[in-house]
């Protein structure tokens, strides 16, 4: 999942055209780039995995502290003077990214690994209400967008990416639609600014950034829809990661969404997820409806049949016999 959004709040009408570009970075903003490129020209690389993953390998014994690179921008583990080059120490507290605590120090960004590309993106764990989350779910609803970026017939002119988090899915399809303008929009200002560095980081000058609450905040049609919303049920209510009582609220304000603006020959590209009750599937039965009102053309499909068995165990999920990750694509 990316970046959080409430699909409830409206907020003050902005276009495209407010969206802050790159050349407008703050200094911490500036300084976090930088970091991101000092990591790049070190050769680090990072593959983030689920927080149940992440929590079980930083357990083990030798992993209580950081020695280098990844355990401190990979790992979020702690460390010390000396651990790291002093030009990273430096930038990371320019950046305003270095949680200092006597000799145990943190940093609270991490830098994954995607498409060629370092993305930066909350410290593990992310229990703050504007963690800004990137993890596996990043990673296939990239691949997905990706996909369907370069089968379309028809060039993308304009696309935005509700909820976009770090921006990964925006960046995305920037790089494979250069000519494009891309709108990362969320109502999170942490990970709008974690957009904004990423996306100056990967040099996609045509991402914009900016704030809305769902596309109550830009103007215009798209020829491209893509979003990878919370959706879990969450008891905590974690904006980035709670989708509402049964999971799939956001996800349907979603298509309401596209429903309304997407051009002729737009689609829609939607990576969620859904617990699957007695062998059926709520979200598909309740999109199908809404799909079908619309007079779009669809196809869902299951992407991963068993995820996040974890959460089986909790209360929320205990209707539940397992959780899937599905794809919905639909177009005008």
Not at 147 to 166: K, L, N, Q, S, W
Not at 223 to 234: V, Y
């Amino acid at each position: 999942m990316v970046g959080p959004f409430r699909g409830i709040r409206r907020v003050m009408t902005i276009t495209a055209m407010t969206a802050a570009p790159a050349a407008e970075l703050g200094a911490a903003d500036r300084a976090l780039v930088a970091l991101g490129r000092e990591l790049r020209d070190a050769g680090y690389h990072f593959t983030t995995v689920t927080p149940a993953t992440h929590a079980r390998v930083n357990r083990r014994p030798r992993n209580a502290r950081a020695y280098g690179l990844r355990d401190v921008f990979g790992w979020s583990r702690p460390f010390g003077p000396g651990v790291l080059p002093e030009r990273f120490v430096e930038l990371m507290a320019a950046a305003r990214v270095l949680d200092r605590d006597g000799d145990e120090w943190r940093s609270t960004v991490r830098f994954s690994s995607y498409d060629g590309e370092l993305f930066a993106h909350s410290a593990f764990p992310t229990d703050a209400e504007d963690s800004v989350f990137f993890g596996p779910d990043t990673y296939r609803m990239a691949d997905a967008v990706a996909a369907h970026v370069e089968g379309r017939e028809r060039p993308v002119r304009r696309a935005v990416d509700i909820g976009c988090g770090t921006g990964a899915g925006a960046i995305t399809v920037a790089k494979r639609a250069p000519e494009a303008g891309v709108l990362a929009v969320d109502i999170n200002p942490a990970a709008l600014r974690l957009a904004r560095v990423n996306a100056e980081l990967a040099g996609t000058a045509g991402v914009r950034p900016c704030e809305s609450d769902l596309l109550n905040g830009v103007d215009g049609d798209f020829d491209l829809i893509f979003s990878n919303p919370p959706f879990m049920i969450d008891p905590a209510g974690r904006a980035y990661r709670d989708g509402g009582p049964n999971g799939h609220e956001l996800s349907m304000a979603i298509i309401d969404a596209a429903a309304e603006r997407l051009a002729p020959h737009g689609s829609l590209v939607l990576f969620a997820g859904t617990g699957i009750v007695g062998g059926r599937d709520p979200f598909r039965e309740a999109a199908a409806e809404r799909l079908d009102r619309a007079g779009l053309r669809w196809s869902y499909r299951e992407w991963d049949p068993d995820v996040y068995g974890e959460e089986l165990d909790g209360p929320a999920y205990a209707h539940a016999e397992r959780i899937a990750l599905v794809l919905l694509t639909a177009t005008r």
